[in-house]
């Protein structure tokens, strides 16, 4: 078998992967709707169209709410180029993205909450106010905890592309503040801005686990909480067939219309970005700038850091003592691990297939194949987990058990979830290479296992790694497909962690959300490392 016929059947394997998970989910939702007509188009009741309503309002409440802070937060920090731990803040703004959503959900109940810090400070000052967090205030907090930093960071990569030039005009004309949001800021902010709320507003939909934490009842339940408790608690096969229906023809209205606004631009992502200005901002001016940089770093550190306060606070010892606990260690490991390399193994097969097909093309528009390889890699982004998992769930409940299914179902959608990351990770990696080798490779008789191990295998190490590293991070802290389909037989530090919230052992989930959010930021800190690394032999190949 040639280079070329191996590549284009790895790639095609990896698209029927895809293809049977995306299928089948849909198989058991249509076959369902069909098998029950009547029973199953009658759950399109006032419910679901105010859990739909809901679902657009929160996502929509917290976009605004995140690019609203955002804004003024990145002018702050754009401003401000030589402010103190600035490459620090912008590395804890990075952190959300890494934090599990239920480790972060105890950290802001653990400051918000009505025994966290605020409820104390409270109670010190006589007050007899008590905070509640819990429905759409507290759903706003912790999707804009975990929006803002990301709003923050794009808006402050679009403001850092912004040609020196300008800001040296800027000055000699003695522009003031507000012209120069209105003349040099606005115009680049706003080229993005609906990609980047987009983005967000796309992130929110698609929440399940802040909401089934903080949403407190039926009033604030989104679409995919409620396929859960259709499907968990209810067993309403019907209602949980339409809810699943409307968060698929949602998610695919959401994304045709976040690909008309376009993506947000990540110039400027690195943390030694440094935008040079000539301006010199009045004393009041950097005051107010330093108290929005201090806001923006307490309302992002002070939840993580509550996590850690409570997580120490817990009896770590006795639960590391706990078999229980250590199953759901490495059980969350094992299919973690699993989940990471299956993720990488899908990715790198479409990578390689595309590269193969359109080095073969050279010219023209991209055929079917090569464009399929394309919707693969962002195939969940079209048809979400909780979809994916409740259309398994709904097909195998005529053959199996569903929750005998629990590795495989858990291991193949956390896959397809990294699988959108860990391509945009590798195909650089192997593209811009693969373009350099392949003529010289093809006139020396270099190929096959010969090719990857002498060429492509040191250039594609640490791209892997770092795409295993995310995957894998990602998986661990998932709660959706465990929460469908886990059992006492199989429990993942997630599914404990929410067990032991169901029952009010506080502490005991306090610890369990140190431990997770440590195996995640563990993770994440190898990957970032492995990056560093390879940026550097880029620019070291480069000079």
């Given at each position: 078998?040639?280079?070329?016929?191996?590549?284009?059947?790895?790639?095609?394997?990896?698209?029927?992967?895809?293809?049977?998970?995306?299928?089948?989910?849909?198989?058991?939702?249509?076959?369902?709707?069909?098998?029950?007509?009547?029973?199953?188009?009658?759950?399109?009741?006032?419910?679901?169209?105010?859990?739909?309503?809901?679902?657009?309002?929160?996502?929509?409440?917290?976009?605004?709410?995140?690019?609203?802070?955002?804004?003024?937060?990145?002018?702050?920090?754009?401003?401000?180029?030589?402010?103190?731990?600035?490459?620090?803040?912008?590395?804890?703004?990075?952190?959300?993205?890494?934090?599990?959503?239920?480790?972060?959900?105890?950290?802001?109940?653990?400051?918000?909450?009505?025994?966290?810090?605020?409820?104390?400070?409270?109670?010190?000052?006589?007050?007899?106010?008590?905070?509640?967090?819990?429905?759409?205030?507290?759903?706003?907090?912790?999707?804009?905890?975990?929006?803002?930093?990301?709003?923050?960071?794009?808006?402050?990569?679009?403001?850092?592309?912004?040609?020196?030039?300008?800001?040296?005009?800027?000055?000699?004309?003695?522009?003031?503040?507000?012209?120069?949001?209105?003349?040099?800021?606005?115009?680049?902010?706003?080229?993005?801005?609906?990609?980047?709320?987009?983005?967000?507003?796309?992130?929110?939909?698609?929440?399940?686990?802040?909401?089934?934490?903080?949403?407190?009842?039926?009033?604030?339940?989104?679409?995919?909480?409620?396929?859960?408790?259709?499907?968990?608690?209810?067993?309403?096969?019907?209602?949980?067939?339409?809810?699943?229906?409307?968060?698929?023809?949602?998610?695919?209205?959401?994304?045709?219309?976040?690909?008309?606004?376009?993506?947000?631009?990540?110039?400027?992502?690195?943390?030694?970005?440094?935008?040079?200005?000539?301006?010199?901002?009045?004393?009041?001016?950097?005051?107010?700038?330093?108290?929005?940089?201090?806001?923006?770093?307490?309302?992002?550190?002070?939840?993580?850091?509550?996590?850690?306060?409570?997580?120490?606070?817990?009896?770590?010892?006795?639960?590391?003592?706990?078999?229980?606990?250590?199953?759901?260690?490495?059980?969350?490991?094992?299919?973690?691990?699993?989940?990471?390399?299956?993720?990488?193994?899908?990715?790198?097969?479409?990578?390689?297939?595309?590269?193969?097909?359109?080095?073969?093309?050279?010219?023209?528009?991209?055929?079917?194949?090569?464009?399929?390889?394309?919707?693969?890699?962002?195939?969940?982004?079209?048809?979400?987990?909780i979809v994916i998992g409740a259309g398994w769930f709904i097909l195998s409940r005529h053959v199996v058990d569903p929750f005998s299914l629990a590795p495989i179902m858990v291991v193949s959608v956390n896959a397809a979830m990294a699988i959108p990351?860990?391509?945009?990770?590798?195909?650089?990696?192997?593209?811009?290479?693969?373009?350099?080798?392949?003529?010289?490779?093809?006139?020396?008789?270099?190929?096959?296992?010969?090719?990857?191990?002498?060429?492509?295998?040191?250039?594609?190490?640490?791209?892997?790694?770092?795409?295993?590293?995310?995957?894998?991070?990602?998986?661990?802290?998932?709660?959706?497909?465990?929460?469908?389909?886990?059992?006492?037989?199989?429990?993942?530090?997630?599914?404990?962690?929410?067990?032991?919230?169901?029952?009010?052992?506080?502490?005991?989930?306090?610890?369990?959300?140190?431990?997770?959010?440590?195996?995640?930021?563990?993770?994440?800190?190898?990957a970032d490392r492995g990056a560093n690394r390879l940026a550097k032999r880029e620019v070291r190949t480069d000079d």
């Open positions: 078998m040639t280079d070329r016929s191996f590549k284009a059947m790895a790639g095609a394997l990896a698209l029927a992967f895809l293809a049977v998970l995306a299928g089948g989910a849909l198989l058991g939702l249509l076959s369902e709707a069909l098998r029950g007509n009547t029973e199953g188009f009658a759950a399109f009741d006032s419910y679901l169209w105010r859990v739909a309503r809901f679902t657009l309002l929160q996502a929509l409440l917290s976009t605004v709410l995140s690019i609203a802070f955002a804004i003024p937060l990145a002018r702050a920090l754009h401003a401000n180029p030589d402010f103190p731990g600035r490459a620090m803040i912008l590395r804890l703004f990075a952190l959300p993205l890494a934090l599990p959503a239920l480790v972060a959900v105890l950290g802001i109940t653990s400051i918000y909450g009505r025994n966290g810090l605020f409820a104390t400070l409270l109670a010190q000052t006589g007050s007899e106010a008590v905070p509640n967090i819990y429905g759409l205030p507290g759903i706003l907090l912790a999707h804009v905890f975990f929006n803002l930093p990301l709003a923050t960071r794009f808006i402050l990569a679009s403001l850092d592309s912004i040609p020196a030039d300008y800001w040296k005009l800027s000055a000699q004309l003695g522009m003031r503040t507000w012209s120069q949001l209105r003349l040099i800021e606005w115009p680049v902010i706003r080229r993005n801005l609906s990609g980047i709320a987009g983005l967000i507003f796309m992130l929110c939909i698609t929440s399940f686990t802040i909401v089934l934490t903080l949403g407190g009842g039926p009033r604030a339940t989104t679409l995919e909480v409620a396929i859960y408790q259709a499907l968990h608690f209810d067993f309403d096969i019907a209602r949980a067939v339409s809810l699943t229906l409307l968060q698929l023809g949602l998610t695919v209205a959401v994304l045709t219309l976040l690909g008309m606004a376009g993506r947000p631009a990540e110039e400027g992502f690195s943390l030694r970005t440094m935008a040079r200005r000539f301006d010199r901002p009045s004393l009041g001016a950097k005051s107010r700038d330093g108290l929005l940089i201090l806001a923006g770093v307490l309302f992002v550190g002070l939840p993580m850091a509550g996590t850690v306060v409570s997580g120490l606070a817990a009896d770590l010892s006795r639960l590391l003592r706990e078999s229980q606990v250590w199953r759901a260690i490495l059980t969350s490991l094992g299919l973690g691990g699993a989940a990471g390399l299956l993720a990488v193994t899908v990715s790198l097969a479409l990578v390689m297939a595309r590269e193969n097909v359109a080095a073969r093309r050279r010219y023209g528009a991209p055929g079917i194949f090569e464009r399929s390889l394309d919707l693969g890699a962002s195939l969940i982004m079209v048809v979400p987990p990351f860990a391509f945009r990770i590798l195909r650089p990696a192997w593209d811009t290479p693969a373009s350099r080798h392949n003529q010289l490779c093809a006139q020396l008789g270099i190929a096959g296992w010969d090719r990857f191990r002498l060429i492509d295998w040191p250039v594609l190490r640490h791209p892997l790694w770092i795409a295993f590293a995310f995957a894998m991070a990602l998986s661990l802290g998932d709660l959706g497909t465990i929460a469908l389909f886990g059992n006492n037989a199989v429990q993942t530090l997630p599914y404990l962690l929410l067990q032991r919230m169901g029952s009010y052992r506080t502490e005991d989930a306090a610890g369990l959300a140190l431990i997770l959010g440590c195996l995640c930021l563990l993770l994440m800190i190898f």
